[in-house]
């Protein structure tokens, strides 16, 4: 992959080219971008990665940016989005008055700059570059105040060789209360780079649940940063079922006081799949709450790694914050990267991390078996036992039916 060369040749396809400010940031990406073998060690945006995720050709087609909407009956909004942009919105005749959306185009100038604001976030992230080099895609999303909502957003891909580059725009408004349930079900080969920006204001509560259950060749990189004013509380939960390798890197930044983040994960991994999780969670201000949480069960010779960090500014006094990372490895050929980092410059806190990676508990399986369950049977129940604590704190019934029957199926299909 010559960046630079797909650059000059599709540069009229990306949004923003005619703004100075993206050009200037894209030849300056382009300019830096190293992929040299000490380059691909060191760094962290790489280290972890599929490399064939580097390995694509561009293909991409302008779509329209119109938007259908239909009415339904369900007491949720629905938004399916094809090829990186809004392609219809189901909705009500009670929340139609509850959001405003739209598909980002080169007009848009707000979203722009804020777009590039967040760039310096990300300077030595090479993924998040080659999404602001080659950004083809993306909508804005803006929940108002006072409302509580429940929202769908299926992202879906049309057809085999499409290359997504997309930046969205979320923002839940004063005193909202959201339920974001995001799912990627692609069955096409294809790479898709996502980037959720999420601004949460004051004495809002937002949980976003994240399914991902991708087909072998359908590439994907997941990215979050989510902004946590006063009084706010953000609840994120990522499920990778995926056959797939799958990036999920995941940011929460508290700028307010009394808010909490929460970043947890649970992913299976078999045959040749990485898998690369790392989530981030910036204290700024005092009395603030924080956890990050990920689970993973890997077998054959899949590869995963889980990076976790905790930074406490040193105005961030009372923080509370926590961090846990946890692997079962059913082959002895599969592998398990943890690396938990604090960052502490205040000092009344509570922080702490766990990691624990190895086979599954040989005691637990002989209990289960000498009380007349078969190895097959017990297997599975210990290894859903797991996840109990995550799952647990989940109140949508039918995310946790889904996570359920998925999970069972991948059970099966390792002969577990």
Same mark, same amino acid.
């Given at each position: 992959?010559?960046?630079?060369?797909?650059?000059?040749?599709?540069?009229?396809?990306?949004?923003?080219?005619?703004?100075?400010?993206?050009?200037?940031?894209?030849?300056?990406?382009?300019?830096?971008?190293?992929?040299?073998?000490?380059?691909?060690?060191?760094?962290?945006? !790489?280290?972890?990665? #599929?490399?064939?995720?580097?390995? *694509?050709?561009?293909?991409?087609?302008?779509?329209?940016?119109?938007?259908?909407?239909?009415?339904?009956?369900? #007491?949720?909004?629905?938004?399916?989005?094809? #090829?990186?942009?809004?392609?219809?919105?189901?909705?009500?005749?009670?929340?139609?008055?509850?959001?405003?959306?739209?598909?980002?185009?080169?007009?848009?100038?707000?979203?722009?700059?804020?777009?590039?604001?967040?760039?310096?976030?990300? !300077?030595?992230?090479?993924?998040?570059?080659?999404?602001?080099? *080659?950004?083809?895609?993306?909508?804005?999303?803006?929940?108002?105040?006072?409302?509580?909502?429940?929202?769908?957003?299926?992202?879906?891909?049309?057809?085999?060789?499409?290359?997504?580059?997309?930046?969205?725009?979320?923002?839940?408004? &004063?005193?909202?209360?959201?339920?974001?349930?995001?799912?990627?079900?692609?069955?096409?080969?294809?790479?898709?780079?996502?980037?959720?920006?999420?601004?949460?204001?004051?004495?809002?509560?937002?949980?976003?649940?994240?399914?991902?259950?991708?087909?072998?060749?359908?590439?994907?990189?997941?990215?979050?940063?989510?902004?946590?004013?006063?009084?706010?509380?953000? &609840?994120?939960?990522?499920?990778?079922?995926?056959?797939?390798?799958?990036?999920?890197?995941?940011?929460?930044?508290?700028?307010?006081?009394?808010?909490?983040?929460?970043?947890?994960? %649970?992913?299976?991994?078999?045959?040749?799949?990485?898998?690369?999780?790392?989530?981030?969670?910036?204290?700024? *201000?005092?009395?603030?709450?924080?956890?990050?949480?990920?689970?993973?069960?890997?077998? #054959?010779?899949?590869?995963?790694?889980?990076?976790?960090?905790?930074?406490?500014? &040193?105005?961030?006094?009372?923080?509370?914050?926590?961090?846990?990372?946890?692997?079962?490895?059913?082959?002895?050929?599969?592998?398990?990267?943890?690396?938990?980092?604090?960052?502490?410059?205040?000092?009344?806190?509570?922080?702490?991390?766990?990691?624990?990676?190895?086979?599954?508990?040989?005691?637990?399986?002989?209990?289960?078996?000498?009380?007349?369950?078969? &190895?097959?049977?017990?297997?599975?129940?210990?290894?859903?036992?797991?996840?109990?604590?995550?799952?647990?704190?989940?109140?949508?019934?039918?995310?946790?039916?889904?996570?359920?029957?998925?999970?069972? %199926?991948?059970?099966?299909?390792?002969?577990?």
């Amino acid at each position: 992959m010559n960046v630079n060369e797909i650059y000059e040749n599709k540069k009229k396809s990306f949004l923003f080219h005619d703004s100075n400010e993206f050009q200037i940031l894209r030849k300056k990406l382009i300019e830096k971008f190293d992929l040299s073998p000490k380059n691909l060690r060191n760094n962290e945006s !790489l280290k972890h990665l #599929d490399p064939n995720v580097l390995k *694509f050709n561009y293909e991409y087609e302008i779509k329209r940016n119109d938007i259908k909407y239909n009415d339904n009956k369900e #007491d949720y909004i629905n938004i399916n989005v094809i #090829d990186g942009k809004i392609n219809n919105v189901d909705s009500n005749d009670l929340n139609k008055k509850d959001f405003l959306i739209n598909n980002i185009d080169n007009d848009n100038n707000n979203i722009c700059n804020k777009f590039l604001s967040f760039q310096n976030f990300v !300077l030595d992230d090479y993924i998040l570059n080659l999404n602001s080099i *080659f950004l083809n895609s993306g909508y804005e999303l803006n929940i108002n105040e006072n409302i509580t909502t429940i929202i769908h957003i299926n992202n879906l891909i049309s057809k085999d060789n499409i290359t997504l580059f997309q930046k969205n725009m979320i923002s839940c408004e &004063k005193n909202s209360n959201v339920l974001i349930l995001e799912e990627s079900n692609s069955d096409k080969l294809s790479n898709n780079n996502i980037v959720n920006f999420i601004d949460i204001e004051e004495n809002s509560n937002v949980t976003h649940l994240v399914f991902q259950n991708n087909s072998e060749n359908s590439k994907l990189q997941f990215t979050s940063f989510a902004n946590c004013k006063s009084n706010s509380t953000y &609840k994120q939960v990522t499920i990778n079922l995926a056959k797939s390798s799958v990036r999920n890197h995941h940011y929460a930044n508290i700028v307010g006081k009394d808010a909490s983040a929460d970043l947890d994960g %649970i992913f299976f991994a078999s045959s040749n799949q990485i898998i690369d999780n790392k989530t981030q969670i910036n204290h700024n *201000f005092p009395s603030c709450k924080s956890s990050q949480r990920y689970k993973g069960i890997l077998t #054959d010779n899949s590869k995963a790694s889980y990076l976790s960090k905790t930074y406490v500014d &040193k105005e961030a006094q009372l923080t509370e914050a926590y961090q846990l990372s946890k692997g079962i490895l059913l082959s002895d050929s599969s592998t398990f990267h943890s690396k938990p980092e604090l960052k502490i410059y205040a000092d009344d806190v509570k922080c702490s991390h766990g990691s624990t990676i190895g086979p599954i508990d040989k005691d637990l399986l002989f209990y289960l078996r000498s009380r007349g369950l078969n &190895k097959k049977k017990s297997m599975a129940l210990l290894l859903k036992s797991f996840f109990h604590n995550i799952i647990s704190d989940l109140k949508n019934k039918k995310f946790v039916e889904k996570f359920n029957y998925h999970s069972g %199926i991948w059970l099966k299909e390792n002969n577990l």
